[in-house]
């Protein structure tokens, strides 16, 4: 679970935010105007989140193509992706 601080509190405190994600292990979200804006994780959690999202689409594109005989366009994978989001 991520914590949470305001861009005023990390703007304020940006040195100690970086070291508690890099050494810490943190998962912090930003919060601008009282929502959730960005997050700043480890470069490790970053590479998975990458990796996950390749498997995601080499899954959607091997369906794709058993589905329309072997042919699909990137643009129809992501329509498809937006719309079951």
């Known amino acids: 679970m991520a914590n949470t601080i305001s861009t005023t509190e990390a ?18 979200v930003i919060e601008r105007h009282g929502k959730a804006a960005v997050a700043i994780v480890t470069v490790e959690d970053l590479k998975r989140l990458e990796d996950l ?25 992501v329509a498809e992706r937006e719309k079951n989001e």
């Open 53 to 77: 999202e390749d498997a995601i689409a080499s899954r959607q594109l091997r369906q794709a193509i058993e589905q329309n005989d072997g042919f699909t366009t990137l643009e129809a994978i």
């Open 11 to 28: 703007r304020a405190n940006l040195q100690d935010v970086l070291n508690r994600v890099e050494h810490g292990g943190e998962r912090i």
